[in-house]
Every structure is written in C-alpha cells, then in structure tokens.
C-alpha cells in the first residue's frame, strides 16, 4: 500500500462529519460572539455584581473585555464542548469502532505493517481536531475585525493552539483505550471520564479549596491562564502532550501484542 492509504480511507469516512461539526463550531463561535457588543461591557458588570464571589471564583469577571467574554464562552463552553465530542467520538471510532464492525481487518489484511495502521489512523483524529478548531479560529479572527472587537491575532492563536492541544488530548485517550481493548465504549467511557473530572476539579478546586484539582486538570492546563488574554501557555501545552504521548503509547503497546485475528 502506498503512504497514507490508511489515512486517506479513514478520512474519506469522516469527511461529513468533519465538515458538519466544522461548520457547527464555526455557528457557536459566531452566535456567543455576536452578542458582545450588543449587550456591552457595562451589563456585564452589572450581572456580575449580583454575584461577587461566584464570578470572582468562577473567572467570570474577565467578560467584562471582548477576549475574557470570548476565553469564557467560546473557548470555555459550547465550542470546546462540541470539539471534545468529535475528539472522544472520533478517537473511539478509529481503532476500536472499526474493529468492532469489521472494517479494521481490511487495513490489517493488507501488506502494511500495524505501525502505520495505527499511526495514521491517530494522525486522522489530529487533523479532524485541528480542522475545527481551524473554523473557530477563523470565525473569530473575522467577527474581531467586522465588529471592532479588538482581540490580538496571536492570543486568539493561543487559545485555538491549547483547545487542540486539550480536544487533541482527550481525544487520544479514545483511542488508546479503544486500540488497547478493542472496546469502543470503554474507549469512549475513560475519555468523556476524563474530560468530565477535568472540568469539575478546575472549577470545584478553588471553592473547596484544594489547589491540587487545578494542577492535574487537564482542563486547566488548557484554559486556567486565559490564553485569550495573556497568549501562549507553554507549561500547560507541554503537559496535554504529554498526556496525548502516554495515551498514544499505551495504546500503540497493546494493540500491537493483542490478537486481532486477521
């Protein structure tokens, strides 16, 4: 077979969900974005002071700018949301879903090593993810210049960068757990788990308080920085990679010892 054969057919696959999901994203980002200058800095303020300590607590005092209000809805809600649901759904599917239904054994059943099988089926998931973020980063680079937000090119950069980082992440969970077991489910089980306990500790940690959710929530990693605010976070990047490296290589170390029967 030739190079990226795997990919290609995997991709050809997926390409009406990439492109659904991609233009729903794009939708969201739009929608939260387009009410900022509509309800104004100023009624922010005043929704904010109904509830002093939960804002202050929950980082919602940040909306008062049109990056805060962007970090806290696009970047922090429906879209990231909506991006992890590919990711997960995505990275269970790949390995472990095709398994499942039997569509696995025709790449296996070829002259190509289980390496790139694997390797190229992950690369799949990457792209998929990076492709959505690719539209929210656009749709909001273009609502910033048409409604005179003001929000500088290279934090909206930051943040897209660390919501594939984070979606890419979780994603990679998926499908290692699902190329370790065969089992899409448990694939999808350990990755929504995940994703769910990152959030709660980033939020539950400083109203507990118990700093240590903060610091080992993936979630946080991501977003606790505000890099549509203060730009790029290496430390918090270089940790969701390494979270998407042991997942990687503790499913590529399973499932090329486990018995696939073809």
């Known amino acids: 077979m030739t190079s990226w054969t795997v990919a290609r057919g995997a991709l050809r ?73 590919f990711g997960i759904s995505t990275g269970a599917r790949l390995i472990a879903g095709d398994e499942e239904s039997g569509v696995l054994e025709l790449d296996l059943a070829a002259p190509v090593p289980r390496a790139r099988v694997f390797g190229e089926r992950l690369a799949v998931l990457w792209l998929g993810v990076a492709v959505l973020v690719a539209s929210v980063t656009t749709v909001l680079l273009l609502m910033s210049w048409g409604l005179d937000l003001g929000l500088a090119p290279a934090n909206v950069a930051a943040a897209s960068t660390g919501m594939l980082a984070y979606c890419g992440a979780v994603g990679t969970v998926a499908f290692g757990v699902g190329a370790a077991t065969g089992r899409r489910a448990l694939g999808i089980g350990a990755a929504a788990g995940l994703a769910v306990l990152a959030f709660l500790f980033n ?19 991501y977003i606790a920085d505000d890099p549509v605010l203060t730009g790029f976070d290496w430390d918090g990047l270089g940790m969701l990679a390494a979270l998407a490296g042991v997942a990687a290589l503790g499913g590529w170390w399973r499932f090329r010892r486990r018995d696939l029967m073809v």
Do not use: C, H, N
């Open 13 to 85: 696959d997926l390409r009406r969900a990439i492109v659904a999901f991609a233009l729903a994203v794009g939708a969201v980002a739009a929608l939260y974005t387009v009410f900022y200058p509509t309800i104004g800095a100023a009624k922010f303020e005043v929704m904010l002071d109904a509830m002093p300590g939960v804002a202050e607590v929950m980082g919602l005092d940040a909306m008062l700018s049109a990056g805060g209000y962007v970090g806290a809805t696009v970047y922090s809600l429906l879209d990231v949301l909506l991006v992890l649901v």
């Open 203 to 221: 939020y539950l940690g400083p109203l507990v308080p118990a700093q240590w959710m903060v610091e080992v929530s993936p979630f946080s990693w």
